[in-house]
């Protein structure tokens, strides 16, 4: 074959060979040939020596193509928070650990915005009710005044008219809108426009019929 052919330039027969066909040249010649075959022998060995990313890519090769037991801490810790073999990891993997804890986050978050949802529903309700009931209220307090405004013009001007007194504020007595009735007409104040709201007039008159009939519309009766 061509390998067993070829001279060994290091080999004792090829040395001795050079040595007797020309003795003056043989140094030169095998230094020549050793320093040519280190050279090529250190290529080699530097070939056979793999780069570090070649081992390094080799190395996790390996470790991916191994899978982890329960010895490994990491993977202790990750079967603690419910991570099972054949399991991916990461939020973009669709059927691993990231995409039920993604899962959960999102069932979290909608229940929290369900709840915060109805408390404001709720609120809101309360808030409507309580508008329509001060609105009633408000209502009904302005009916009542209304009456008992119109009773004690009444009782004030039959308890005047009783004494010959003249009505001193055009609101004391109720309203009169017959035409024919002058002598009432004539007998009540000039209207002006600074008349105060209905409440205020029912204080007042109270107090008128306190102070001049001793009466109390909501007794009924006069006192003493």
Known sequence: MADEDEEDYMSDRFLQGIAEKAPGLVPAKIAKNYKKEFRHKELNERNK???????????????????????????AMLQK????????????????????????????????????????????EQNQRDNFRRHMSGKFAERQTASDLYKSQKACEQLDRSKDLPCIEKWFWPDVKDDNDEKDDDDKPEETDDEPEPFEKLVSLTMYLRKTHQYCIWCGTKFD
Do not use: C, W, Y
């Not at 190395?59 to 991916?64: A, D, F, I, S």
């Open 81 to 124: 928070m419910g991570f099972k073999h054949g399991m991916g990891l990461g939020k973009d993997d669709r059927g691993g650990l990231g995409r039920e804890m993604l899962l959960k986050r999102q069932r979290e978050i909608k229940e929290t915005l369900k709840e915060e949802s109805a408390k404001k529903r709720k609120k809101v």
């Open 49 to 75: 020596v793999k780069p570090l990313r070649v081992k390094e890519s080799e190395h996790r090769e390996h470790g991916l193509a191994n899978a982890l037991d329960s010895s490994n801490k990491g993977f």
